[in-house]
């Protein structure tokens, strides 16, 4: 996959993933983080229908009877054998301070250890003006790990996407590809236009 065509599936998502996630929502009103998770599953899975008849799409669902396989959303490639998409989703809980970096670096890690072209992490940060500074605080936490990670292969494209304010025209995408095998400390993820 080229970073083009993962900077594209972004784009889509971001198009539908809040519309997708108030029905839900309003269908379970007590249920408002697993709302935005099943909806970023469901729009990944029809983006990997349209794009390629032999992606599978493998995530946790009672309905359909499937189980996830380590991350939250995979696109396996029936054909060829691979992972092309991994994507992790850390929303949050009621229980944890809002947009918790720890908790989005714990899902984060998942996705280090993945073999799979593109790898995809979204969270929400929570920022606000009350709640300033944890968009930051998130992609300082994850470039470290990102950064101290001794497993890279060149070529992966790593995209991190931030669903606070999406009504918004705020940038929420950040993407690095990875240049070289193994541990590389000059790793940084650079800012994405959403248009």
Not at 40 to 63: D, F, Q, T
Not at 77 to 105: H, I, M
Request: overall charge positive; proline content about 2%.
């Amino acid at each position: 996959m080229e970073i083009e065509e993962a900077e594209a599936i972004c784009r889509e998502l971001l198009r539908t993933v809040r519309s997708r996630a108030e029905k839900l929502k309003k269908l379970n009103p007590k249920r408002e983080f697993t709302a935005w998770t099943s909806a970023v599953k469901a729009v990944l899975e029809e983006i990997g229908i349209k794009k390629n008849k032999h992606y599978e799409s493998l995530y946790s669902s009672k309905e359909k009877e499937l189980h996830e396989f380590l991350v939250d959303f995979t696109w396996w490639d029936k054909k060829n054998k691979v992972t092309v998409l991994a994507c992790e989703c850390e929303f949050g809980n009621t229980r944890d301070e809002p947009g918790n970096p720890g908790r989005v670096g714990e899902d984060f890690d998942k996705l280090l250890s993945v073999k799979a072209s593109f790898k995809l992490m979204i969270f929400d940060s929570y920022e606000s003006k009350k709640n300033t500074g944890q968009t930051q605080k998130i992609l300082h936490n994850l470039s470290s790990r990102f950064r101290g990670f001794g497993q890279h292969i060149a070529g992966e494209i790593y995209i991190l996407l931030d669903t606070r304010d999406l009504d918004r025209e705020r940038q929420r995408l950040w993407q690095c590809v990875t240049k070289k095998d193994g541990r590389d400390r000059s790793l940084v993820f650079s800012e994405l236009s959403v248009k």
